[in-house]
């Protein structure tokens, strides 16, 4: 069974640049995570999503980020402008139908601001 | 509010040595209590869970107990190998909420 799919592995922008992620969770989860982790810290939920409804988006910075999950299967997550201060690692992970379960993580999406 | 704190690294061992990460938590409500692993150039994977006072949970060697009365969750394993090296997050999640809350990581490093 494929795990959580992650695009791009890198990414290198100039801010004010836009820039977006892609997930693919694992099929049948419906339940879907983005994470935002910082150098030396742990994951920070940035938002959540029960099928296609974001159900919490309360750490998501909504002035120049931005998510979708359409037909409530992948996803993708915006940055419009970056900063400098958005580098880090955004991180994507699923689950079965929301709860305290287990979290199933992509590989990351590492972005760079220069 | 809810939270985690585990022990700084890094943490250098040699192989075969004991470890322990220490991890302590603050939660309103009944959490269910995780360790998460994440080996260089991967995903974070859990490793191990418990979901209630004095559950243990176990998993490739490694151990950890839940201790209501000490708020605690602390990560052990009585040989380590070099391929244990990685990032090891401590983490709580509050029965039947949404929101898993990480420990910002610790570091293993396991020398041969």
């Known amino acids: 069974e494929a795990g959580v799919v992650q695009s791009p592995r890198y990414k290198i922008i100039e801010k004010k640049q836009p820039v977006a992620f892609w997930c693919n969770p694992i099929?049948?989860?419906?339940?879907l995570y983005w994470y935002l982790q910082n150098l030396g810290q742990g994951p920070e939920l940035l938002i959540r999503?029960?099928?296609?409804?974001?159900?919490?988006d309360s750490q998501l910075p909504k002035d120049r980020f931005s998510a979708e999950r359409l037909k409530g299967v992948d996803s993708t997550l915006k940055i419009q402008p970056a900063e400098l201060g958005d580098s880090a690692v955004y991180l994507c992970?699923?689950?079965?139908?929301?709860?305290?379960?287990?979290?199933?993580f992509g590989e990351g999406s590492r972005l760079t601001v220069l | 509010g809810n939270s985690v704190t585990q022990m700084e690294g890094p943490v250098t061992l040699s192989e075969e040595a004991f470890l322990t990460i220490n991890c302590t938590y603050t939660?309103?409500?009944?959490?269910?209590l995780f360790w998460y692993v994440q080996y260089p150039g991967e995903g974070l994977q859990l490793l191990l869970k418990?979901?209630?006072?004095?559950d243990k949970g176990s998993n490739k060697g490694f151990e950890a107990t839940y201790r209501k009365e000490t708020t605690s969750f602390h990560l052990e394993k009585g040989s380590v190998q070099v391929s244990d090296s990685a990032v090891y997050f401590c983490a709580l999640s509050i029965t039947g909420g949404f929101k898993t809350i990480f420990g910002a990581g610790t570091r293993l490093f396991v020398k041969a």
């Open positions: 939660a309103t409500g009944y959490p269910s």
């Open positions: 099929s049948g989860h419906n339940t």
């Open positions: 999503y029960e099928n296609e409804e974001a159900v919490d």
């Open positions: 992970a699923s689950s079965l139908a929301g709860g305290a379960g287990e979290l199933f």
């Open positions: 418990a979901t209630k006072a004095d």
